[in-house]
């Protein structure tokens, strides 16, 4: 259960940067766009966006992939943000209850 808090908690944190990150931008340019996740990926690892399609299509399910790219045009923050919340819900802690005599 705290492996699953803890990757929720960085993967909120994540969000939240990538989400400063377009504010930051926003100030800069005049202009405010949320970065798409797929671009946020090809900015960090551009081979391994390019090697995921192939991977899918051929190996696993090739109606698999076009549900991703949707996923990929999502906002950066809502992509990371959302999986992170779920881990933190679904790993919380859960109190004891006593038993009432």
């Given amino acids: 259960m705290i492996i699953g808090r803890i990757i929720g908690w960085l993967l909120v944190l994540v969000a939240l940067v990538v989400l400063v990150a377009d504010l930051i931008a926003r100030i800069d340019t005049g202009h405010f766009a949320l970065t798409a996740a797929g671009q946020l990926w090809f900015e960090i690892s551009p081979s391994?966006?390019?090697?995921?399609?192939?991977?899918?299509?051929?190996?696993?399910?090739?109606?698999?992939?076009?549900?991703?790219?949707?996923?990929?045009?999502?906002?950066?923050a809502l992509v990371l943000a959302a999986p992170g919340l779920a881990l933190l819900w679904l790993c919380r802690a859960r109190g004891r209850r006593r038993r009432r005599r």
Avoid at 60 to 72: A, F, K, M, Q, S
């Fill in 48 to 76: 391994t966006l390019e090697l995921v399609q192939p991977a899918i299509q051929r190996h696993l399910l090739p109606w698999l992939w076009n549900p991703v790219v949707v996923v990929l045009t999502w906002p950066a």
